[in-house]
């Protein structure tokens, strides 16, 4: 039968709501096996669908876009950042690429938090003790660990999700002091650090905010670590590249850091094996917008986008 609905390609599975959305839609070519695609079944993909929507897992590097000009006009990605994909090449490409900001920041949010208190209280070391019958009862010097109350949190990149875990933090009685783009204020913020440099010196914890670009690579740098005060604590749930991760494990192998708490990977999935030996510091797969009803938003965000696109209005997340 010839359709003519646009086709969409989902690279991975996605929630029943999502898929069923977009089914009402387009022809969806759905990823059963929810393996990732390979980086050849994704230049395959440009050539026989309409829009293509991948997640950050699926790089979509200069490569793919070779053989441009291709049938895709519309990359909907379903997340927030957009590292994996190559916008200048796309641009070059002719396709316009969208993302899902707004609907996983308080999820986000949530899951730095949570690494920050899983850190600072050694909960996974705890949790791994109790399932190998390791733990005898409870006593009053043992598995003891820092509290957050009273501590100053340092965010470094201060958008959606920095904003929402300051609101977190405060809550929790946490100082809260920042450095990232103003956003053009013209009002003081007397929580704005004076440089990132102070920032890493006067901070106990610090989270990452901040894009993964060129500028931001290794961010978190061995000289940088070496600035953070003994004793503190750093939680990503950025992206990896922010940290050199081998500097990270040397810092908590030492003891100069008390603990880190990771969401995201430098090379991810790959764990740095340094970093898997070590007690003091949680692995998290990636979970900070791994909730059904997030991961329903992002996807419903995505198909948003990519019917504004076919309908001929501009799509609201448009990055390019
Ligand atoms: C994002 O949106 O960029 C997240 O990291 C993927 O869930």
Redesign the pocket.
Same mark, same amino acid.
């Given at each position: 039968m010839l359709t003519t609905r646009p086709v969409a390609y989902l690279t991975r599975r996605h929630t029943e709501a999502v898929e069923a959305a977009f089914a009402e839609h387009f022809e969806v070519s759905v990823n059963v096996g929810d393996v990732p695609r390979t980086q050849s079944e994704l230049v395959r993909a440009l050539d026989h669908c309409d829009v293509l929507v991948p997640?950050?897992g699926d790089p979509c590097d200069e490569a793919l876009f070779h053989h441009a000009p291709c049938r895709t006009t519309l990359i909907a @990605?379903?997340?927030?950042?957009?590292n994996h994909i190559d916008l200048s090449a796309a641009a070059r490409a002719g396709i316009a690429v969208t @993302?899902?900001p707004d609907v996983?920041t308080d999820d986000?949010a949530d899951i730095a938090i949570a690494l920050m208190l899983m850190a600072a209280r050694r909960l996974g070391e705890g949790e791994r003790l109790v399932r190998s019958n390791g733990w005898h009862g409870i006593a009053p010097t043992h598995h003891l660990g820092r509290t957050l109350r009273g501590r100053t949190l340092g965010i470094i990149g201060y958008g959606r999700i920095g904003r929402a875990v300051a609101a977190r933090a405060r809550a929790f009685g946490l100082r809260v002091q920042w450095v990232g783009r103003t956003g053009g204020s013209a009002m003081p913020d007397r929580e704005m650090a004076e440089s990132l440099e102070t920032l890493l010196a006067t901070s106990d914890v610090i989270s990452l905010h901040a894009p993964a670009t060129p500028e931001t690579h290794h961010l978190i740098s061995a000289a940088r670590l070496a600035a953070m005060k003994p004793g503190s604590i750093l939680v990503n749930?950025?992206?990896g590249t922010l940290v050199d991760e081998r500097a990270l494990a040397e810092s908590l192998r030492s003891g100069h850091l008390f603990a880190a708490g990771l969401d995201?990977y430098e090379h991810e999935p790959k764990i740095t094996p340094a970093l898997q030996g070590l007690e003091n510091v949680v692995l998290l797969p990636?979970l900070?917008?791994?909730t059904v009803e997030t991961?329903t938003a992002?996807g419903l965000r995505a198909l948003e986008n990519a019917l504004q696109w076919f309908s001929g209005r501009p799509p609201q997340d448009r990055m390019i």
């Open positions: 997640i950050v @990605n379903v997340g927030v950042g957009v @993302n899902t996983l986000t749930t950025a992206r995201v990636h900070g917008s791994a991961r992002m």
